[in-house]
C-alpha cells in the first residue's frame, strides 16, 4: 500500500481527498499547515507528497524546497488555487511531478497518481530505462541504442524523449515539456522544443522495421505512437 501525505490548510477538501484516496488503496496521512508536513515527513517515508501552496506557517513551496533538499527521493505534486503561470513555472522548478488547478476532478488526480507511481516503480529514477520497439533508452546516459549503434542524445533531447516515453499512448503537452525542461513557455522556448522534437523524429526513424512516431496534436502537444 503506496503512503501518501496531504499538505491541506482546508479541513473540509482535505478530509474529501483523504477519504478518496483511501477509497482507492492508499494510505493518507493529513498535514493541516505547512510546519506540520516536514515534521511528518521527519518520521515516517511517504511515497508521494500532494502540497497546497497557501497554507499558515509554511507555504506549499517552502515545504517542496525541504523535500527536494533532504528527502529528495520522495517525489511531490501541487493542488492549488494559484493559476498563474509564474506559479506554476516556479512549482516545476522546484521538481514537481505536476502542478494540477483547483477545482479539478479527483479522478484525474487519481490516474495521475498511478501513472507516477507506475514509472517510479519499473523505471529507477536515476538510471531510466526504456524500450522503444528495436529501440533501448536509457536516460541517466543520454544513449539511444539501436543494435549495436549508440547515439548520444543532447540533455534536451534525452529529456523530452523520457516524458514522450512515460506518457506513452498519451498526449505530452505543450506547456509540460516546457515548464519541465526549459522551465518557460515564451515563443522562443517553444521553437527551441519543435527544433528538438524534430532531431528526435530522426533519431527514431532509423528503425526502419518499425513505424514509430512523434505525433503533433494540432496545437496541444505531441505523443509517441509505435
Same mark, same amino acid.
Given at each position: 500500500?503506496?503512503?501518501? /501525505?496531504?499538505?491541506?490548510?482546508?479541513?473540509?477538501?482535505?478530509?474529501?481527498?483523504?477519504?478518496?484516496?483511501?477509497?482507492? +488503496?492508499?494510505?493518507?496521512?493529513?498535514?493541516?499547515?505547512?510546519?506540520?508536513?516536514?515534521? &511528518?515527513?521527519?518520521?515516517?517515508?511517504?511515497?508521494? @507528497?500532494?502540497?497546497?501552496?497557501?497554507?499558515?506557517?509554511? #507555504? %506549499?513551496?517552502?515545504?517542496?524546497?525541504?523535500?527536494?533538499?533532504?528527502?529528495?527521493?520522495? !517525489?511531490?505534486?501541487?493542488?492549488?488555487?494559484?493559476? /498563474?503561470?509564474?506559479? $506554476?513555472?516556479?512549482?516545476?522548478?522546484?521538481?514537481?511531478?505536476? *502542478?494540477?488547478?483547483? !477545482?479539478?476532478? !479527483?479522478?484525474?488526480?487519481?490516474?495521475?497518481? =498511478?501513472?507516477?507511481?507506475?514509472? =517510479?516503480?519499473?523505471? #529507477? &529514477?536515476?538510471?531510466?530505462?526504456?524500450?522503444?520497439?528495436?529501440?533501448?533508452?536509457?536516460?541517466?546516459?543520454?544513449?539511444?541504442?539501436?543494435?549495436? $549503434?549508440?547515439?548520444?542524445?543532447?540533455?534536451?533531447?534525452?529529456?523530452?524523449?523520457?516524458?514522450? @516515453?512515460?506518457?506513452?499512448?498519451?498526449?505530452?503537452?505543450?506547456?509540460?515539456?516546457?515548464?519541465?525542461?526549459?522551465?518557460? #513557455? #515564451?515563443?522562443?522556448?517553444?521553437?527551441?522544443?519543435?527544433? *528538438?522534437?524534430?532531431?528526435?523524429? =530522426?533519431?527514431? $526513424?532509423? +528503425?526502419? $522495421?518499425?513505424?514509430?512516431?512523434?505525433?503533433?496534436?494540432?496545437?496541444? %502537444?505531441?505523443?509517441?505512437?509505435?
Amino acid at each position: 500500500m503506496k503512503n501518501i /501525505l496531504i499538505a491541506e490548510d482546508d479541513n473540509n477538501f482535505g478530509m474529501m481527498l483523504t477519504v478518496f484516496l483511501e477509497m482507492n +488503496d492508499f494510505k493518507v496521512t493529513l498535514a493541516q499547515n505547512g510546519e506540520e508536513a516536514p515534521q &511528518k515527513i521527519k518520521h515516517q517515508k511517504f511515497d508521494l @507528497c500532494i502540497l497546497d501552496i497557501m497554507m499558515p506557517l509554511l #507555504d %506549499g513551496f517552502t515545504v517542496a524546497e525541504t523535500i527536494s533538499k533532504s528527502f529528495s527521493e520522495t !517525489p511531490f505534486v501541487f493542488l492549488s488555487a494559484k493559476a /498563474l503561470k509564474e506559479d $506554476q513555472v516556479k512549482g516545476y522548478q522546484l521538481g514537481a511531478s505536476d *502542478y494540477l488547478i483547483k !477545482p479539478f476532478d !479527483p479522478k484525474i488526480l487519481l490516474l495521475k497518481i =498511478k501513472v507516477l507511481f507506475q514509472n =517510479k516503480g519499473v523505471f #529507477d &529514477k536515476n538510471d531510466s530505462h526504456f524500450k522503444i520497439r528495436n529501440f533501448e533508452f536509457e536516460y541517466s546516459k543520454r544513449l539511444l541504442h539501436l543494435g549495436t $549503434q549508440k547515439e548520444k542524445l543532447s540533455l534536451k533531447e534525452a529529456e523530452l524523449l523520457k516524458l514522450l @516515453c512515460e506518457k506513452q499512448g498519451e498526449i505530452l503537452t505543450h506547456e509540460e515539456a516546457l515548464l519541465k525542461i526549459w522551465k518557460n #513557455d #515564451d515563443y522562443f522556448s517553444k521553437q527551441s522544443m519543435n527544433v *528538438y522534437i524534430t532531431k528526435l523524429r =530522426k533519431h527514431l $526513424q532509423k +528503425d526502419t $522495421q518499425n513505424s514509430i512516431e512523434i505525433e503533433n496534436l494540432h496545437s496541444r %502537444g505531441f505523443m509517441l505512437k509505435v
